[in-house]
């Protein structure tokens, strides 16, 4: 069992996430978008999507130095494992609290606005069900256990195994001791990798770069005479009638 869950499942996701990725161009490059509903609604939008984004890029850059960076890498700089729990657990509780207020904001728009739910598909709410699920996760292993519990050093355990399934080397018997809510945000983060394909998260992929470097649009007036608009329909049967009379 624990083979399957922590070697199998892992892999398993991630030819779905490159695959499905794959797929979904190939098939799908119209609904490669955000699908935005800025026009439906954008007085909640303008706060709740600026909170969501920092927050996950917070989120995504702590989960990155503390599974990717090893703890002799840290040590050998000279930051000492203190200074790094006491950064980690209070910039991931920032940049938690921020995600949540944001994706409060988001979910609360797609059920409230009788516009933008019509338009919410079921797709969407499978994302937003998964995207609580793992903020919830997250939160009560940052906050429950790390900073109002006695802690734990997933550095040392977690992180390892993390690694190990990218070098093929993983060691599954590192997550068997972990606390429960440890292990399901890590089983839970590669199930949302699975997900990622077949969501509106893939416009992540497509970020307008080509705009730094894009020529300019240049604009120019129309010079001489302006052109005389077509007449409409109405026009046309008015100048009819009076000709008519006369």
């Not at 909640?44 to 990717?68: D, K, N, Y």
């Not at 937003?128 to 040392?156: F, I, K, P, Q, S």
Request: one cysteine or more; a positive charge.
């Amino acid at each position: 069992m624990s083979t399957f869950v922590w070697i199998v499942v892992p892999y398993a996701c991630l030819a779905v996430f490159l695959l499905g990725h794959v797929w979904r161009w190939r098939h799908d490059q119209f609904g490669w978008t955000t699908h935005t509903s800025q026009l439906l609604e954008s007085r909640i939008l303008r706060l709740g999507s600026p909170l969501f984004h920092l927050g996950a890029f917070g989120v995504i850059a702590g989960h990155a130095m503390g599974l990717l960076v090893p703890a002799s890498v840290t040590a050998k700089i000279g930051i000492s494992e203190h200074f790094y729990h006491a950064t980690a657990v209070w910039g991931g509780t920032v940049t938690g609290v921020m995600l949540v207020a944001g994706l409060a904001l988001l979910i609360a728009r797609r059920f409230v606005n009788r516009r933008v739910r019509r338009v919410t598909t079921t797709m969407d709410k499978v994302l937003y069900v998964a995207l609580a699920a793992m903020v919830v996760l997250g939160m009560t292993a940052t906050v429950g256990t790390n900073l109002l519990g006695e802690g734990y050093d997933y550095r040392e355990t977690i992180a390892v195994w993390f690694r190990g399934v990218f070098w093929f080397s993983p060691e599954p018997h590192l997550m068997t001791g972990a606390p429960l809510v440890y292990q399901l945000h890590a089983i839970g983060g590669f199930l949302f990798l699975a997900l990622w394909p077949f969501t509106r998260l893939v416009h992540v992929w497509s970020a307008p770069l080509a705009y730094l470097w894009r020529p300019y649009v240049v604009y120019r007036g129309r010079r001489g005479k302006p052109v005389t608009p077509a007449p409409t329909p109405a026009d046309v049967r008015d100048r009819a009638l009076h000709d008519t009379r006369q």
